[in-house]
């Protein structure tokens, strides 16, 4: 590696920033930059990290980072590639998912509609039956628009108080009085999508973007802003279709779509307008504005070293 890890500590103290300074802005463990540094790259996970982690040090302190990659680091050997971005085969089945469009229907306007509908039912609902009351009794009618005082009481039962803590209060029997039962709250997607773990972009080129996901579990989401065409699949460009299809406007895509769903260590996550999607991954929302183009996202789950 030459004096690569001289050049880079030379270029940090240039900068005035400590190892916590740029371990903090890249994400790297600092005994990973204190190894980088040493020159000493056999306890970094890997040649393919170690390549993504010298490149954000580079950046974080302002040197080219594919020039010292390329004079400093040898090229990636085959074996080596195969060891990291291979990854153990899994039975993947189907994924179902919940297309989610938000809520646009009950405006304002159509609530107040709603309401005077409501209202003008009840009172048709009460005119007939005095009416009938009055067609019955003697045969007597009552003359064409008129309409009976009518008194309409409020006979909707309360629900009774609950107790502190939120306990249901129960009649002198032991029995727990009707009504005083607290529902429990459905989970949301925020339940579901969490920030998790660490999410490090190891290379862009091109359409793709590739990060590592360490010490977290791999979950998307998407929120669309305009039309959009969307595309998951297992490890590669090769593998396993999960999902295929157009967002529309306002629709969200949660993956996976539950607990119980057998997740793969890799997944390629191909859009088509990236700019018309805000994206998250693993709760780390990931910045695609800037995108004119369809882009590639591939993300790999790996172990986090102690």
Not at 224 to 242: F, H
Request: proline share 8%; charged share 25%.
């Amino acid at each position: 590696m030459d004096n690569l890890g001289e050049l880079l500590r030379q270029a940090r103290l240039e900068k005035g920033k400590t190892l916590e300074e740029i371990a903090e802005e890249t994400k790297i463990r600092i005994r990973y930059l204190q190894a980088i540094e040493e020159g000493n790259l056999d306890i970094l996970p890997g040649h393919f990290y170690t390549r993504g982690f010298i490149k954000s040090y580079a950046e974080a302190v302002g040197l080219d980072p594919d020039a010292l990659l390329k004079t400093h680091l040898p090229e990636e050997r085959e074996e080596d590639a195969d060891s990291q971005v291979s990854l153990p085969p899994r039975r993947v089945r189907h994924q179902s998912y919940r297309v989610q469009p938000k809520p646009a229907f009950f405006t304002k306007g159509f609530s107040s509609f709603l309401l005077v509908a409501f209202v003008g039912l009840i009172v048709v609902v009460i005119y007939w039956f005095m009416t009938s009351q009055s067609n019955g009794q003697n045969g007597q009618t009552l003359p064409p628009g008129t309409m009976p005082n009518v008194t309409v009481e409020d006979n909707e039962p309360t629900s009774p108080p609950l107790v502190e803590g939120g306990q249901n209060q129960q009649e002198p029997d032991g029995a727990a009085i009707p009504g005083s039962e607290v529902p429990k709250p459905e989970p949301t997607d925020n339940d579901i999508v969490t920030n998790t773990g660490q999410l490090i972009l190891l290379e862009e080129k091109g359409q793709d973007h590739v990060y590592a996901l360490t010490g977290g579990k791999l979950a998307i989401y998407l929120e669309a802003t305009g039309r959009c065409w969307v595309e998951l699949r297992a490890n590669d460009a090769k593998g396993q279709k999960l999902y295929s299809g157009e967002l529309q406007p306002g629709e969200t895509l949660v993956w996976p779509p539950g607990e119980e769903e057998t997740v793969p260590d890799a997944v390629r996550l191909r859009i088509g307008a990236p700019s018309a999607i805000q994206l998250t991954i693993s709760g780390h929302s990931v910045e695609t504005s800037r995108f004119s183009g369809p882009q590639n996202f591939i993300i790999r789950q790996a172990v986090a070293s102690q």
